[in-house]
């Protein structure tokens, strides 16, 4: 979640309000330094220059893209005698406890994450894209899940589950080891007095914390509780003190409250059950949704993302257009959230949570009526299609989504300044994301500019399906990046390596003229899908709206399908689906790939393709159930559940247990079978 190499005291959002234009200018320049470096920049020597041209004679040519994952899981700590699974925010000691020289011989990187019980792993290597041991994924996956299980203390468990079912619900989590942390308290005490006065320097520190704790709302007055600090987020339910300590993350969750100001407001369908009671308390002020006032509850979360390096400027805008269609898709596939602070909701995946979380719109940007209305989050789905090919016609960009007009006019004329050519829709992709404030300034970095930290800064913040990603720096080997963004971590290291590898199969198909492929259709309906791809079980009763002539360059062809339908075809073979795509295109990509590889690895890449396409295939005819669908059912079958929405302390270690022992592989579930044979 962005950039964690700056420390220090953040502005708040009132006092930022100075900097905004300055550092956003600042932020114009030097994306279009990166560019100017890097504009034509190419890994190796191809014949893409027209990606979308059947004419162009395809060669063969030794292609070295690669790409990587990343994914977060919760550390819970299980309470055997007491029946409680509950997060463990005191994670900082693992990484203190292994050290720089220790974590650089990991074959993976460990990195923090906004909640202090979360921490993110990836590849410390990224994988080849074209022409390489599929089975490495797998073995790096489970490598990691393995590794930082070992480093551990005994009765913690890393539990890679989208969301932690009792968020929000009384004491959840083990208890603080330490108060506000140092930067916190800095933080606190910087603030100037139109949030609430300044506290003194030599109020006495534990007074000074005590005074910022408050009794959080519970459910129901049994419930043990603990007082919590909610400075920054003014939240009823969640405790401050679990925030990362790295300043970036209080000073988001305070910032977005500043700027949209109010609280942040999640509200999600309750699924009504036979004795659910559907009343207004402070617990629950929506009657019929259960809601939240945190960023937490969105940013908590845990999500597997997918990183491809492009071959080009123009191959990564073209591979960002396309893999946004196919977001929601993976969204509703890979849907593993069915439970929201200890209730069950009508839900299946997290990203409205996350959207709604990091809400920082005013009351006069979130109102249709007004002129200043701006139509999502800042974390959403996509809202313009940034490449030339000529697949990307006018009509497919239908959302007619506001943009920041005077950074474009700024934008604009730097270019030409500079002598850099910036068309049109790149510059409308810049007023899109410049369209929202940096929401972390760092007092003692707002005057440097020998890096890319002021177009990160906004860059970064834009949670968005699919992500743009231009080199890191101004001397980077790295070239143009697209990051795909919407699948639900999984329990397993074999779903989530499947799930990886079914998105690679797609993104190998833009690295090959063998034949057409365009996926291109109008936003509006891609928005459409997204909203559709959160409903409860819509990997089966969902239809989606997909181009079947995707083969061709004209208008599209648009029919409503079910998932089965878009990856396997339809019965009447007038559509052959993305599997058949797949399969027209992968001989031709492994064999000019692999030419020079034995044929042993040829035959186990196919083997294993082969097992993640039966894996896909069971998911979308409802053989084996989503985590959402599977935990659902748990709950709902649970001999201590009442039918009434709710989820207790109890349960919730049950469910813990059983999907640690699954995921462990100590208990055999037909949901959650062994993908491959290796």
Known sequence: MGYLNDKGVTYDYFESLAFQQMLKEKGIVQFLSLLKIFGKFQLHEHQFEHLSDPNVKQIQTKMQLFWGDEFEGHVIKLYDDQKLALLNPNTSGLFQSLGEEQQKVLPFVILPEFGAWMIELTPNKPYQCMCFNFDQVLINMRKRIQTLQSYLPQGNQYLLIPVYPMMGVGRFTTTVESDLTASMIEKIRSQTSYIEGTPTLQQDEKQFQNEKLIQPATPYKELPVEPICNYFSQSIYFDDRIINPHPRYSTLAQNIRLRRGSKVEIKIPLYIDQNTKIEQSEYEPNPGYITMDHMGFGMGNCALQTTYLSIDIDHARLLYDQLAVLAPLFAALTAGSPIYKGKISNWDTKWDCLEMSVDCRSENERNPQNPNYIPKSRYSSISYFISNDKMNLEEYNDLNFPANEEIMQFAKQK?????????????????????????????????IDDNTAHFEAIQSSNWNSVRFKPPPSYNSKIGWR??????????????????????????????????????????????????RSKEKGAILNQKFYFRTNFQEYGPATIEELTLQEIFFGKQDGSFIGIIGLIYQNRNVINKQSCAEKEENIYQKNKKLQDEVIEFVRNKVNGNTKTLATWMRDFVTSHPNYNQDSIITHEINFDLIKTLTAIKDRQKEDPHFPIIFSM
């Open 482 to 531: 697209v990051e795909f963004r919407t699948m639900e971590i999984q329990l397993t290291a074999e779903e989530n390596a499947a799930w990886s590898i079914m998105i690679l199969m797609i993104v190998r198909l833009f690295f090959t003229n063998y034949i057409p492929v365009n996926f291109y259709m109008p936003l509006s309906l891609v928005d459409e899908n997204m909203r």
């Open 415 to 447: 270019a030409n300044e500079m002598e850099i050519p910036l068309d049109d829709k790149l510059l409308r992709h810049l007023g899109i994301l410049f369209l929202r404030d940096n929401m972390v300034m760092f007092k003692d970095k707002i005057h």
